[in-house]
Nanobody, 124 residues
Framework: QVQLVESGGGLVQAGSSLRLSCAASGRTFSNNAMGWFRQAPGKEREFVAAINWSGTYTYYKDSVKGRFTISRDNAKNTVYLQMDSLKPEDTAVYYC?????????????????WGQGTQVTVSS
């Protein structure tokens, strides 16, 4: 059974940092693109960042560019999201996702596996 399990969320003050992790089990995702999405209360799930299978290409939502960094460790079957200079508007449930393809994508409809999410709350 394929599982994606996020961790690392929490309650922090504005300007702080958090590092989210997404550990995959049940199969290897070393040949698959991965992504992070988020969903704030009352809003639709939105793209945050994506990374291709090798980690050589990344893509970010404009509002997180320069603050968030997506990376992966294929040996550990894990993808990360380093979040710096957090803002209250970053508050959301953050989801890890994986595609059945190696190239990155930013539409949630192009992802085939999803984690349960981890809450990130940024206070002002």
């Amino acid at each position: 059974q394929v599982q994606l399990v996020e961790s690392g969320g929490g309650l922090v003050q504005a300007g702080s940092s958090l590092r989210l992790s997404c550990a995959a089990s049940g199969r290897t995702f070393s040949n698959n693109a991965m992504g992070w999405f988020r969903q704030a209360p009352g809003k639709e799930r939105e793209f945050v960042a994506a990374i291709n299978w090798s980690g050589t290409y990344t893509y970010y939502k404009d509002s997180v560019k320069g603050r968030f960094t997506i990376s992966r460790d294929n040996a550990k079957n894990t993808v990360y999201l380093q979040m710096d200079s957090l803002k209250p508007e970053d508050t959301a449930v953050y989801y890890c996702a994986a595609r059945d393809y190696s190239g990155l994508a930013y539409s949630l409809y192009e992802y085939h596996y999803w984690g349960q999410g981890t809450q990130v709350t940024v206070s002002s």
